[in-house]
């Protein structure tokens, strides 16, 4: 069975400035994916961003970015210049190469203040 | 349509009735998929379709839970015998294709509660 974690419950950040949030995962697959999604109060799940556990390069998107660790199973997200529009609950999640189902953790929430 | 569709938005029931819950995903996508989330939680799966075949329904919670999507587009979560435990967001997600690579895409959700 696949786990996800995410130790941090809430985070708050100032306008402009870069916050990280925390993600380890535990399986015993090698190839696997693992994503970083944003659920807003409005509730509708926007993908944030992707990687693919066979690719050592840190996938990045425009002020976002991750810090993937496969030894480590760790894979944190890095926000930078934050906005007031990146208020939101983030969740970490992880699917099998040849699965169906996304593995979530708890998710962190993430204050941005003027 | 533009994004994935869910229906009602929010749903209130008393105990004991049955509810059904709409999924309309993106058109042309294959793969479609049911969470649960309870409050403060992370969303947690209950069902998996590739067209209209439900190939894994390893999380649905007890036999009162019963989704379909006869025709390979829309589907329906239906709860019977509805209990207070089953108050939660009920999200519904699409893909392209059956493949894990392909992101999935959220609809808003429906809120049930079980008064």
């Known amino acids: 069975a696949q786990t996800v974690t995410q130790s941090q419950p809430e985070m708050s950040v100032q306008e402009a400035e870069t916050v990280t949030l925390s993600c380890t995962y535990d399986?015993?697959?090698?190839?696997?994916?693992l994503f970083w999604y944003k659920q807003p109060p409005s509730r509708q799940m926007i993908l944030v961003i992707r990687?693919?556990?066979?690719?050592?390069q840190n996938a990045t998107e425009n002020r976002f970015s991750v810090n993937f660790q496969k030894a480590a199973k760790s894979f944190s997200l890095k926000i930078s210049d934050s906005q007031l529009g990146d208020t939101a609950m983030y969740f970490c999640?992880?699917?099998?190469?040849?699965?169906?189902?996304?593995?979530f953790g708890a998710g962190t929430i993430l204050r941005v203040k003027s | 349509g533009a994004g994935v569709s869910q229906s009602p938005r929010y749903k209130v029931a008393k105990r004991g009735q049955d509810v059904a819950l709409r999924c309309d995903p993106i058109?042309?996508?294959?793969?479609l998929f049911w969470y649960q989330q309870a409050l403060g939680q992370g969303p947690e799966f209950l069902t998996y379709?590739?067209?209209?075949?439900?190939?894994?329904k390893s999380g649905l919670p007890s036999d009162r839970f019963f989704a379909e999507r006869p025709e390979g587009s829309v589907s329906t979560l239906k709860i019977q015998r509805t209990q207070q435990e089953d108050s939660a967001v009920y999200l519904c997600?699409?893909?392209?294709?059956?493949?894990?690579?392909?992101?999935?895409?959220f609809g808003d959700g429906t809120r049930l509660s079980i008064l």
């Open positions: 997600a699409s893909s392209l294709r059956g493949s894990s690579n392909q992101p999935q895409h």
């Open positions: 058109s042309g996508h294959v793969s």
């Open positions: 399986t015993s697959e090698n190839n696997y994916y």
């Open positions: 379709f590739q067209n209209e075949a439900q190939l894994d």
């Open positions: 990687q693919e556990a066979y690719k050592q």
């Open positions: 999640a992880l699917i099998m190469e040849y699965g169906n189902k996304l593995v």
